[in-house]
């Protein structure tokens, strides 16, 4: 994986959350992931020419009383020089940065919408790819390549192995075939707005606040705003108070919930 010399606007991130009490962070998009000996078949919507590199951070929380690991927050470091979370973690040695591809996807695994109680054939996605994952699918790019196409559109199997330790996206690729896009809805075929993506410094510190007294719960609503930004420092010396920081909220949301099953269901 290569970053680019200059940093992209959608990563300069806000920096601060709205003064509104009932504003939430922007749903993320679901994340691709399989369990342990499974498989499922996927389409790519990233050409593989330029595919976005990330640092994050993966974070425990406590949601309805169970450990979730399902957080992530872009790291600072790159875009704006210190990042909270990379101070939590230089100090207490957990929730380091890792380096991500981002691949926008459409898995095709039927699911039943709670909003509308029908059945949906397929959803949109993001894939995030580690070291080991980003070789394996450049290697796919290459041989999409070889055969005059593009890792767009087309269809690969995917299976996780056994190993406890084995990537959660994957661990083996297999090409299928190439899909025709167009006969999809548009708004199913387009990648992620990075914007998504975006780091929030307050929204991190407020994380981090959690995180240094201890309460991990989640439930999360945003209460007010502070400007001028909290110095990561100061939470490690106990500086910062529960008034500074407030309360917060990550939504998630159910996958594609929002959006009418579309007739066209793809058999492949």
């Given at each position: 994986m290569t970053e680019s010399t200059t940093t992209p606007s959608w990563l300069v991130g806000t920096g601060k959350i709205s003064m509104d009490e009932s504003a939430k962070a922007p749903r993320k998009p679901f994340r691709f992931w399989l369990n342990r000996d499974s498989?499922?078949?996927?389409?790519?919507?990233?050409?593989g020419s330029d595919v976005p590199c990330i640092w994050e951070h993966q974070v425990k929380l406590r949601r309805k009383g169970k450990d979730d690991w399902n957080n992530y927050f872009t790291c600072l470091e790159a875009s704006q020089g210190t990042c909270p979370l990379?101070?939590?973690?230089?100090?207490?040695?957990?929730?380091?940065?890792?380096q991500v591809?981002?691949?926008?996807?459409?898995?095709?695994?039927?699911?039943?919408?709670?909003?509308t109680n029908k059945d949906v054939p397929y959803s949109r996605k993001i894939l995030t790819a580690k070291k080991a994952t980003s070789e394996i699918l450049m290697r796919?790019?290459?041989?999409r390549l070889d055969a005059n196409s593009t890792l767009r559109g087309a269809c690969f199997e995917v299976y996780r192995g056994t190993d406890p330790k084995s990537a959660s996206v994957g661990t083996d690729f297999e090409f299928k075939t190439m899909v025709d896009l167009s006969k999809?809805?548009?708004?199913?075929?387009?990648?992620f707005d990075l914007n998504l993506f975006a780091p929030d410094r307050l929204l991190m510190t407020?994380?981090?606040?959690?995180?240094?007294?201890?309460?991990l719960s989640g439930g999360l609503t945003h209460s007010s705003d502070t400007s001028g930004g909290i110095n990561p420092q100061d939470l490690i010396s106990g500086?910062?108070?529960?008034?500074?920081?407030?309360?917060?909220?990550i939504d998630y949301g159910d996958p594609q919930g929002n959006e009418e099953p579309h007739d066209l269901a793809i058999q492949l």
């Open positions: 498989k499922s078949k996927i389409i790519f919507l990233s050409d990379c101070a939590y973690a230089e100090e207490f040695e957990m929730y380091w940065k890792q591809q981002l691949y926008s996807i459409i898995e095709l695994k039927p699911y039943r919408s709670k909003k796919k790019y290459a041989g999809l809805p548009k708004e199913d075929i387009l990648p407020r994380v981090v606040e959690r995180l240094m007294r201890g309460d500086g910062v108070s529960e008034d500074d920081v407030g309360d917060f909220v």
